[in-house]
């Protein structure tokens, strides 16, 4: 195979997440981005991985129905520290208490991901998990944290990609997974469907 026979096709983005974004056009994939909007509630008892790749696939699942052709990507990420699924931070308060959760501890960075052709009941899905060990954060370095608004709208409370970088001391995996979407899992998806 030549390179002129190899393009990555245009994807649709089910997500508004600018992160997503930038490491699509980091990797040079083609795309646009239509934002599903869905409950995210967790069921009872819901395992994590499940949690996460059936939020992908709704949010594939519902852009896709309201297009005749096209491959749409859903992608939905959380944090697991001790047993417990730290979303989004509700407020300053919240995003306080999971940054102590995650002080000196090893957790797991999970994304489910799901392609659906659009107008056809071709669909893949899959999770990636990263492990992440933050170093001890003092009080003093939490409320700098906050102060910086990064863990606001971002699963854990932090940004690996910015100022949160300063705690993380290791990782196991993928790193564009801690960033919300691992693109390597994506490709291989792809490449199946």
Do not use: C
């Not at 002080?103 to 392609?115: D, F, N, P």
């Not at 979407?181 to 291989?188: A, D, N, Q, S």
């Amino acid at each position: 195979m030549n390179n002129k026979d190899f393009a990555l096709k245009r994807l649709i983005l089910a997500s508004r997440s600018p992160r997503r974004a930038e490491i699509l056009r980091a990797a040079g994939w083609p795309f646009e981005t239509a934002p599903a909007d869905i409950d995210e509630s967790r069921r009872e008892a819901e395992h994590a991985v499940s949690y996460v790749k059936r939020l992908a696939l709704i949010k594939a699942q519902t852009v896709a129905r309201a297009r005749t052709e096209g491959l749409v990507l859903g992608a939905d990420t959380t944090v697991v520290v001790d047993g417990e699924l730290l979303g989004q931070p509700l407020d300053d308060n919240d995003a306080r208490r999971m940054l102590k959760l995650l002080s000196g501890k090893w957790h797991e960075v999970l994304t489910g991901v799901a392609l659906v052709r659009a107008g056809e009941e071709a669909a893949l899905v899959d999770h990636e998990i990263t492990r992440v060990r933050f170093s001890e954060m003092s009080e003093e370095e939490i409320d700098w944290y906050l102060s910086t608004g990064e863990p606001r709208g971002k699963a854990g409370a932090y940004g690996i990609q910015g100022p949160a970088a300063l705690f993380v001391e290791e990782i196991a995996g993928d790193y564009f997974n801690i960033v919300g979407l691992p693109v390597r899992l994506v490709y291989e998806l792809w490449h199946r469907l």
